[in-house]
């Protein structure tokens, strides 16, 4: 057990960061499977700009790495490129 106030508090931050971006971190994924389960361009189109966006949001924050962000929307356009 923490026995100052500044490692007490910490520990008391650190856990609402940790449910914070794992929040986001499940609605990366979410958003993520959503846009993978579309069939039609027309569809997928306005969920990939909003992933996208989630992805850079969460890449400045820190939350994932930029370069996972890059990885990630790479592969997302890529699939909606090639859908019909």
Not at 10 to 26: D, G, K, P, V
Not at 50 to 77: E, F, G, P, V
């Amino acid at each position: 057990m923490a026995h100052h106030k500044s490692a007490i508090k910490r520990i008391r931050t650190a856990e609402m960061a940790r449910l914070r971006n794992r929040r986001y971190t499940r609605e990366m994924r979410k958003s993520v499977k959503t846009l993978f389960a579309m069939e039609s361009k027309e569809q997928a189109e306005p969920i990939l700009n909003k992933t996208l966006s989630l992805l850079d949001r969460l890449a400045a924050r820190n939350i994932i790495h930029k370069n996972k962000a890059a990885h990630q929307k790479s592969k997302l356009t890529r699939f909606v490129n090639s859908l019909g």
